[in-house]
């Protein structure tokens, strides 16, 4: 009897497990209700049932099937549609409409793929006029997919999260800035609903975003994929248990030192001293990452004495808190103002001698007090007390932060995660905002960049995709004499990637933010990514970059350059003279330059080069130049030589 009831269960369960396998039809999370699907090509739909299941869907009035196969894939090809809709999306077994998936609110239109770091990540709530912007955002047929962050050792065929969303003010703010604009821009002048797919990290270096098998192709990064090998889930979860950690560690002060370190009668005499303001890397102790804390004690005018007073403490870089007498002032704080200052309350003012301490997160190879030193003081409102100079500091009063490996940024493994698992779903062509992160290997980029355009258009097999993409902004400190460039060079292989078929490129020479590697105008690199795809991929007749180097002939002791995308004409942005170009000889020093308007030509000339065999042009972190055609685009950076290891004048 016994046997017969295990026998019997045992049976059920197979029939449970049978009937549910079989009536279990699933789809990957890039399709949802509200989706924007491609018009113009055969609409590929793709889901997981049980092996041999016959799968009926239907798209408005049109119907596909398809036939599950051994492993329970299946993929069906909607005939093509124009833009239009809404539909809806039934998919079922056949003979079984009870246990159909429907999705609603389903539009036909123009999708783009928007990847790459910080730069595409950054959303429209961190950007310029994000008040307005927001309040403003009410297009239905704009759609947003957002791919959740994630990392894996091996191609995916589902996204970890993500789903659908109109476009509203509600909603708006957390999506791709540039993204944003740049279906704004083409929404409006194409009149088709516009889809975006935005699978961003910040960051991250190209290598991340291509597949293995790419990566294998070239001896550049043979042996970083390889690597990879070493890999398992495991590591995955104890560097996130480090970052954890790392965090806990950065916001809480550890071994009580909150209220050990910044006790008035704290004996500090031990403590080595470090001239402020100054950065980690000016400190002279070598790199270092972890919590340092710091202490100047004061003495203060006795008119300061029963005053609220004003303590002003510059710029610190990275994270830190501060305290006066022992009481806390301010924690954690993040803040890029470079004029930052706080309430001292009259209360914990004391006669004669006063400590300040701060506890500064030393991180990235950056932290510390930011010059200039008139900006760190103490005041009344009539009387400024300079809080530069001598400082005591100490690290290691804390543990020290456990070794974060962010694997985000190993090869292949955002592919794996984040573009793997919406392929091959129809796109309209690739939206690339990267290249920060891979600035120390910026001559590689002319082979890694072109690796990934060709990577993904194999995969989704529809031909040359179009690949549009924004150059690296104007950055960093400007440089008073010429000099070379990691971001300039970078710059230039993506200049050099316009070879590739069917690609695009915003130039944003002019509209960056020297202290700030994420500038705020991101209205404008949308609408230079839209000129790009109205004249590229839907054939209008408008200029969509500036001046871009051709040739040059020399005459004498001038160089004349001629240029593409200037057939109005040249000018220069501010109506001044030419700003941004350097010449140089045989000697290869090169010099700033004196460059005029001659027709259709940019004539180039120095005193102090009489032969001259190179030019440059905007070859600098952030370069002053100023030229433009008469459509207001900014001249692309360029270089007529390929000379390495120069000196410069």
Known sequence: MRIQIQAWFIFFMLFFFIQNGHAQITLPRVFGDSM???????????????????????????????????????????????????????ISETGKPNAEIKLKGILIGDVWLASGQSNMEWSVQQSQDATREIANADFSQIRFLQVAHDKKITPQSDILDGKWEVCNPSNVQQFSAVAYYFARKIHKDQHVPIGIIQSTWGGTPIESWTSREQLLTSPITQANITANDTLSEQSFVNDSLNLIRFWEIVYQPQNNTDKIIPAIRYDDSGWPTVEMPRLIKDFGIGPYEGMVWLRKKITLPESFFGKDLTLHIGHPEMNYSMYFNGEEICKTIWNSDPKQSYTIPAKLIRKGENTISLRIAMLWGGGGLNPPAEGINITDGAVKVSLAGKWRYQKDLEPGLPKINNYQNYPSLLFNAMINPVIPFGIKGFLWYQGEANEAEAYNYRKLFPMLINDWRKRWQQGDLPFLYVQLTNFKKTKPLPSESEWAELREAQTLTLSQPNTGMACIIDIGEADNIHPKNKQEVGRRLALNANKLVYKQNVTASGPLYKSYRKEKNRIYISFANASAGLRTKDAKEITGFSIAGNDQQFYWAKATIKGKYVVVYADQVQDPQAVRYAWADNPECNLINFEGLPAIPFRTDNWKGITQK
């Open 36 to 90: 924007i699907l491609q018009r113009g090509i055969k609409i590929p739909v793709w889901g997981n049932s049980a092996p041999g299941t016959h799968i009926t869907a239907e798209l408005g009035k049109s119907r596909a099937t398809a036939i599950a196969d051994h492993s329970g894939k299946w993929k069906l090809l909607f005939p093509v549609l124009k833009a239009g809709g809404p539909y809806e999306l039934k």
